[in-house]
């Protein structure tokens, strides 16, 4: 092998990556990914919640309107307030942000509790979101 292979296998050699440089790469790779993971679930969290309490200010006037049109009574279910030739809401939006059924809850003849279970998806949970302050009595 003369001087000048020599020299181009010495360069070849060297253009490369050495396993250590591939492993730190891909590591950082993970990391970075891993991050973005991380904070993309918490923005969608909130991203849900957010178009959930949205869902319930909607739906809360939505059987305003209906008590306006009805002599001041509340619905019996929300379903009622998807019928007739001129719904007040679409049916397909009474759904929370986790494709959960509101809760709909009568208080008296002209008050109203209307709940999504939260992103924990269970009723009765602190995440609970309501048009009304649990905290306050009924």
Same mark, same amino acid.
């Given at each position: 092998?003369?001087?000048?292979?020599?020299?181009?296998?010495? !360069? %070849? %050699?060297?253009?490369?990556?050495?396993?250590?440089?591939?492993?730190?790469?891909?590591?950082?790779?993970?990391?970075?990914?891993?991050?973005?993971?991380?904070?993309?679930? !918490?923005?969608?969290? !909130?991203?849900?919640?957010?178009?959930?309490?949205?869902?319930?200010?909607?739906?809360?006037?939505?059987?305003?309107?209906?008590?306006?049109?009805?002599?001041?009574?509340?619905?019996?279910?929300?379903?009622?307030?998807?019928?007739?030739?001129?719904?007040?809401?679409?049916?397909?939006?009474?759904?929370?942000?986790?494709?959960?059924?509101?809760?709909?809850?009568?208080?008296?003849?002209? !008050?109203?509790?209307?709940?999504?279970?939260?992103?924990?998806?269970?009723?009765?949970?602190?995440?609970?979101?309501?048009?009304?302050?649990?905290?306050?009595?009924?």
């Amino acid at each position: 092998m003369n001087e000048k292979e020599r020299e181009q296998m010495e !360069r %070849a %050699a060297k253009a490369g990556f050495t396993l250590m440089e591939v492993m730190v790469a891909v590591m950082i790779v993970g990391l970075l990914t891993a991050l973005a993971v991380t904070n993309v679930g !918490r923005y969608m969290r !909130r991203a849900n919640v957010t178009a959930t309490q949205q869902q319930i200010v909607t739906i809360s006037q939505a059987i305003t309107q209906y008590q306006f049109e009805h002599n001041s009574k509340l619905p019996e279910t929300l379903d009622s307030l998807t019928e007739g030739e001129d719904p007040l809401i679409e049916s397909g939006n009474l759904k929370d942000a986790w494709g959960n059924d509101f809760q709909y809850e009568k208080l008296g003849k002209k !008050r109203f509790k209307l709940t999504s279970s939260g992103p924990d998806e269970e009723f009765g949970t602190e995440d609970d979101l309501s048009n009304i302050d649990t905290d306050k009595k009924n």
